[in-house]
């Protein structure tokens, strides 16, 4: 108990490694398989992976700020958070610690998915992010790499994992959203290239962003799955309007993207023309929740407990206690996928467990938060220190419920996929009956 911090002790920060206790401590190794003999995930820890995460360690004390310090930047998500990113994966480039799962040859260091998360865990103790290029290095390159042309990889993975191109990811539209493959933004063929008209909204860093990756319907007259194409879209491109929407917690992360008359080049086609599904699917595919990304968990509500004088009370140890089994779960979960990942195969309906627990996990854990800070968590005057850093939590982890696939989607995914339960009503072909909702496309990745 005493390596997780009790709650009466001093809390020895160094020492702190919530999501890996065991796996630092018990070097035994086993692997977790279900009863028909699946292998479920691999939980031990290699030589060459306990090497990595001390490497990475020592170079974090010596280069990362640490959270709160005058270097911190982890604050918002307007532009000194994102300037703030783009240095920071300037360092990491500069130092071999980019691309951690990328292939060699896109300048990666090849490694597989597991080390890639072990930097991720241990570079979210810092006073740093690279949340800005959660889309760019973490959907847009892998996209790239399986169906971008070699000029396409050329021009862009290299200057992803130089920090010095933020993407964003132009699919919903304000009536395609869930139903994505209903979008309406309209790509015209014109000699030489392609002529863009619509519009589209919750467009993340769109105001920060060097590119996009759009999705567009090219052919009205196919099916909708078949008439769509995607494109690398430069956001300095004239015909480009980008309007930042407000959210409750002071940051205006996402925009409406209005798109007129915009005219991109031949050689902006990302995959097949007409082809964008498959390559949508591939980016959607990428996009996961990121859990101990600079959220705050337990060894924050312990901080706080201590602080207060709280922490003999049975109410919040009960609270703390059920958001560290949470933290465990969603870690051992995380391991659960990142093992299929590693080992080729697909991820299947476990992304949408992950996701569903996930958002849950942020909700409940902010609830302890407020339980403890009182009214302070917001009316705290500014988003550094543990009140602002709940208080951005709050405000901010309802959004997860939606991104990426909303909870009522997860659970259709979950009902159909996992539990073979009836398929959700679909309408007939030529269907005008509003009751029947069309096929949940965003889920389908
Ligand atoms: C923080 C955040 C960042 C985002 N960033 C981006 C981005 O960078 N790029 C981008 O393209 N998009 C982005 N999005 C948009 C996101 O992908 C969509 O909001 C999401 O897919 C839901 O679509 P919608 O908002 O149109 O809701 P709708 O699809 O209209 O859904 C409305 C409601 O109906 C329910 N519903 C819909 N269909 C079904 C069904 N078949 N069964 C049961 N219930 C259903 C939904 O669960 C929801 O409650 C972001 C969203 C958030 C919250």
Redo the contacts with the bound molecule.
């Keep these: 108990m005493s390596r997780y911090g009790v709650l009466g002790q001093p809390f020895d920060q160094a020492q702190w490694h919530p999501y890996a206790p065991n796996l630092q401590e018990d070097r035994t190794p086993w692997s977790c398989a279900t009863a028909a003999g699946e292998s479920l995930m691999d939980l031990h820890e290699s030589e060459d992976l306990v090497r990595f995460r001390a490497e990475a360690v020592a170079w974090l004390d010596a280069h990362a700020p640490r959270p709160g310090s005058a270097g911190d930047f982890t604050v918002g998500r307007e532009r000194p958070f994102v300037d703030g990113c783009r240095r920071w994966q300037a360092t990491l480039s500069e130092a071999g610690w980019a691309g951690v799962a990328w292939p060699v040859d896109f300048g990666g260091q090849g490694r597989s998915a597991l080390f890639e998360l072990v930097f991720r865990r241990e570079q979210a103790r810092y006073g740093v992010s690279t949340a800005a290029f959660d889309?760019g290095i973490g959907m847009v390159g892998p996209t790239l790499m399986v169906h971008g042309t070699d000029a396409q990889k050329a021009s862009h993975l290299p200057a992803l994992l130089r920090g010095e191109e933020v993407w964003?990811?132009?699919?919903?539209?304000?009536g395609?959203?869930?139903?994505?493959a209903g979008l309406s933004t309209a790509a015209r063929r014109r000699p030489g290239g392609w002529t863009i008209n619509g519009q589209?909204?919750?467009?993340?860093?769109?105001r920060f962003a060097d590119f996009a990756i759009l999705l567009a319907r090219s052919d009205a007259a196919r099916p909708k799955h078949h008439g769509l194409t995607c494109f690398l879209v430069d956001m300095r491109t004239p015909g480009i309007e980008i309007r930042p929407i407000p959210q409750m917690n002071g940051a205006a992360?996402?925009n409406q993207v209005f798109l007129t008359d915009v005219e991109i080049p031949d050689d902006a086609v990302l995959g097949e023309v007409d082809g964008g599904w498959a390559v949508a699917n591939t980016m959607l595919g990428s996009e996961r929740g990121l859990v101990g990304e600079e959220w705050p968990g337990v060894a924050e509500l312990c901080q706080i407990a201590r602080a207060r004088g709280r922490a003999t009370d049975p109410l919040v140890r009960q609270g703390i206690a059920g958001t560290f089994v949470r933290e465990q779960i969603l870690h051992y979960l995380d391991l659960r996928i990142q093992s299929r990942l590693g080992n080729g195969e697909p991820v299947g309906a476990l992304a949408s467990v992950f996701n569903l627990f996930f958002a849950d996990h942020l909700r409940r854990s902010g609830n302890v938060a407020a339980s403890l800070l009182g009214p302070g968590m917001l009316t705290a005057p500014s988003q550094i220190g543990l009140a602002g850093r709940w208080q951005f939590h709050l405000l901010t982890a309802p959004?997860?419920r939606?991104?990426?696939?909303?909870?009522?989607?997860q659970?259709?995914i979950l009902g159909e996929r996992a539990l073979g339960l009836p398929r959700?009503p679909r309408p007939e072909p030529g269907s005008s009956d509003p009751s029947l909702?069309?096929?949940?496309a965003?889920s389908q990745a």
């Design positions: 889309v964003c990811q132009m699919f919903s539209e304000p395609a959203g869930s139903d994505l589209k909204v919750w467009t993340s860093y769109a992360e996402f959004s997860v939606i991104a990426s696939g909303t909870d009522e989607i659970r259709n959700e909702r069309p096929a949940p965003r």
